[in-house]
DNA sequence: AAAATTATATATCGATCGATGCAAAAATCT
DNA sequence: AGATTTTTGCATCGATCGATATATAATTTT
């Protein structure tokens, strides 16, 4: 009679003492990755963690083993519930320029917060971890960080096979470029920058384009 | 006899008027810079400036204050020693082109360490401060960053003003786009990017300024 | 319904955080 | 010289850090 698989959650919290119910993994989760994503990793603690979660530092523990393990399934998380937002039209875009020029434009949404109630800013490329104090979660966000330049690059070769650009262009000048691009747009929008502002960003952004893939000027 | 004339600031050493054994204050400050500048500001504890100054922290405290003073302090002090890397060339150049390219250029040196022994990226960019718990510094850094945008358009509107770009030119577009990858290069500054990698970037990002200031294009 | 299981809340752990009180020690002033 | 001044090193403060042991209560099994 009672099927339980494991989360049958009830948005009401049991104040009493014992067990009440088990929490919801998956919408802790959430919550813990909005709190490492708006605040960074040091500067979330277990007691922001587990009142926002609204569970006891055991629960979190016992469910997440520990917070830097709590901070890679929020890497994770992230990564998949919110990467489309930046690199739907990316994939599905029919040439690296409009690919290129998706990923920037919706990046430009995206990190102001245009397209859902989200933190500004992008998790992983503002994520200061792995500066000091933290080796292996530092590796994670690096090549997490990496992971943007090989998606544009990959696009960029598949873009010389199919003929879209000389095969003389410098690829990874042009991958790094639009890297760049994509993460100063990340700071300025943790500063405020409205959304507006960075689409006009991106369209600049743009023009380098047209004129690195034409090295030969042929109007 | 004695030359100390007891409310004078001590130019040279700063030599405290009290007793000589006094630690050099200037170096000190060099070194806590370095180190908020390489670790950030929550990531750098008392310990590790007192430590890297050679001091307790009692004398850290009667010299500076607070951590948050002395952080502000070292702003100051990265600011007044390590600009000149960036915005030297900047300033001295003839036209907003020229100036545009050194600031980006020079930026490429200076934040993969290739101009002098100092940690990668820039530390107002790359600092997280007053993302919570530190308002009063987030907004000392946040108008740190701010300056970058306000010296490019500045330069911009007096490039304008001067017939080297067109009245018509969107002038905080253009400014935010290189306040933009200018931010950007310092990520990946941290994360291992040389100085080549940068150049070319920044010359990439030139392109787009030879496209943006001419409207109607003339080739 | 009683026993066994499971996951919670309370309370607290040692370590470290930023920040200070205190007395010894060195240099200037008288 | 001695008295005063001032910084330093040692020790430690309360608060908070990440993490855990224990006890309790709700759920599951018998």
Known sequence: MQKSDALSPSPEKARGRGRPRAFD??????????????????????????????????????????????????LDYYREHFDAFVWGNFHKAPSAREAIEAF???SASALTGYV?????????????????????LGNLVRSARASTFDRVKQRLEQAVAEGEIPASTDLNALARYVQTVQNGMSILARDGAECPELKSVAEVAMLSWDRYTRPTQAG
């Open 25 to 74: 993994r998956e919408a802790a989760l959430a919550e813990a990755t909005r709190l490492f994503w708006a605040k960074g990793y040091e500067a979330t603690s277990i007691s922001d963690l587990t009142e926002a979660m609204g569970i006891g530092s055991p629960s979190l523990y016992a469910a997440f083993g520990s917070k830097d393990a709590l901070y890679a399934e929020a």
């Open 104 to 106: 920037l434009v919706d």
């Open 116 to 136: 859902a109630d989200i933190p500004c800013g992008c998790m992983v490329t503002l994520s200061s971890v792995g500066s000091e104090g933290h080796p292996e």
